[in-house]
């Protein structure tokens, strides 16, 4: 049984920071890509950002400058550190990884940047 568990979500204000973090198991985490979306009431999930199992990654126009992914292979965790964040980062925020077999998706966690 794969797990995705995503922590780190929270209430912030405008240029504040938060990390999250999403601990996988059940498969083989350095293998695979990771990648963080977020989702805001009434519109579409959009990508972040993604790590490859090299440690490349791409960010979003919308995040670069601003949020960082990262993975750390040792403990099956990828995080997204986000700094200077702005209302319109609020949203649900959820870890995904593609496999050969299927997708896998966190359950997702709440950012909230509000005065």
């Known amino acids: 049984q794969v797990q995705l568990v995503e922590s780190g979500g929270g209430l912030v204000q405008p240029g504040g920071s938060l990390r999250l973090s999403c601990t996988v198991s059940?498969?083989?985490?350095?293998?695979?890509?990771w990648a963080w979306y977020r989702q805001a009431p009434g519109k579409q999930r959009e990508l972040v950002a993604t790590?490859?199992?090299?440690?490349?990654?791409n960010d979003a126009d919308s995040v670069k400058g601003r949020f960082t992914i990262s993975r750390e292979n040792a403990k099956n965790t990828v995080y997204l550190q986000m700094n200077s964040l702005k209302p319109e980062d609020t949203g649900v925020y959820y870890c995904?990884?593609?496999?050969?077999?299927?997708?896998?998706w966190g359950q997702g966690t709440q950012v909230t940047v509000s005065s």
């Open positions: 995904y990884g593609p496999t050969m077999m299927t997708a896998y």
């Open positions: 790590i490859n199992s090299d440690g490349y990654t």
């Open positions: 059940g498969i083989v985490f350095s293998a695979y890509r």
